[in-house]
């Protein structure tokens, strides 16, 4: 194993780091502003208001989406570790 190795799969695991979190953190902004003008509408001042609702969005997208995040996070485990035992 060299270090263009090392750097390689660092860099995809921050690849996958990202692709994942993507969806769950778009979810959580797009509700974040549904939710701020709603409140703006109604005129709320209450920031727990929001919180309770966005935080529902975003449990729900994580269940959602978690089949798809396992198979993501185990095709790039098994890529590394069949990489790990042909030697790099």
């Known amino acids: 194993m ?3 190795w090392v750097l390689d799969w660092s860099h995809e695991a921050l690849r996958l780091a ?3 979190s993507l969806p ?3 979810t ?5 502003i549904l939710l701020g003008i ?3 509408v109604m005129q709320l001042n209450d920031g727990a208001f929001a919180q309770v609702p966005r935080m529902v969005v975003v449990g ?3 269940m959602m989406l978690l089949p ?3 198979a993501q996070w185990v095709s790039f485990t098994t ?3 069949s990489s790990v035992s042909r030697g790099g």
Not at 28 to 32: I, K, M
């Open 28 to 32: 959580a902004l797009v509700s974040g």
């Open 2 to 4: 060299d270090s263009q």
């Open 18 to 20: 990202l692709i994942l």
């Open 38 to 40: 709603l409140q703006t």
């Open 60 to 62: 729900l997208s994580v």
């Open 24 to 26: 769950v953190l778009a």
């Open 68 to 70: 798809w995040m396992i």
């Open 79 to 81: 890529s590394l570790i």
